[in-house]
């Protein structure tokens, strides 16, 4: 059939898509707004998502220079703003270390069997 051929996938606008989504996280990260901070992640890690799906289905086709420059650029963002969530993690843990300073810091899950939040009562 003719008519169901699979349209061909656009690099460049992906790229810019992605683009897109990293500068409104960098906003967001900027802003401090936790809920904005959460909902451009989101965006951010469903267009990823959605990219990565059709580079794959279109595996086929060569990517320019400029493209790969654009993709290690992107990459290098991501990497920038997982740097930045890590530094302002930590940043929250000394400061609750210094609030609290017999409490436990570290960000563990909360215990998930009887037992577990039964010891857990008791620490």
Do not use: G, I, P, Y
């Given at each position: 059939m003719a008519g169901s051929a699979v349209p061909a996938f656009d690099t460049?606008?992906?790229?810019?898509?992605?683009?897109?989504h990293l500068s409104a996280l960098d906003e967001a990260l900027a802003s401090g707004d936790a809920d904005r901070i959460d909902g451009q992640a989101q965006r951010l890690q469903q267009c990823l998502a959605g990219s990565l799906a059709a580079l794959r289905h279109g595996e086929g086709s060569a990517l320019s220079p400029e493209l790969v420059q654009r993709l290690m650029l992107?990459?290098?963002?991501c990497m920038q703003q997982q740097q930045?969530?890590?530094?302002a993690t930590a940043s929250f843990g000394r400061t609750l270390g210094m609030l609290f300073p017999g409490e436990s810091t570290s960000f563990a899950p909360p215990a998930t069997t009887a037992t577990a939040r039964a010891l857990q009562a008791y620490r």
């Open positions: 460049s606008a992906c790229l810019a898509e992605v683009d897109a992107a990459r290098t963002r930045a969530v890590h530094r």
